[in-house]
């Protein structure tokens, strides 16, 4: 994992919330019709 910002500041984060963050997120990908293997992934969004 790169970075995490929110609202333009980067986040810090230790290996623990790092790990659980990218288990998380490739979970819910591989669970998408299409997507057998990752390699990368990008996520941008505002709300």
């Known amino acids: 994992m790169k970075e995490i ?3 333009g500041k ?3 984060l230790t290996e623990f919330p790092k790990k659980f ?3 998380t997120i490739c979970g819910m990908l591989k669970s ?4 057998h293997e990752i ?3 990008e996520i941008c969004f505002n709300l």
Request: proline residues 6%; without cysteine; glycine residues 0%.
């Open 5 to 7: 910002k929110v609202n």
């Open 32 to 35: 998408l019709k299409d997507v």
């Open 21 to 23: 963050i990218i288990k």
């Open 39 to 41: 390699k990368d992934v």
């Open 10 to 12: 980067d986040i810090p």
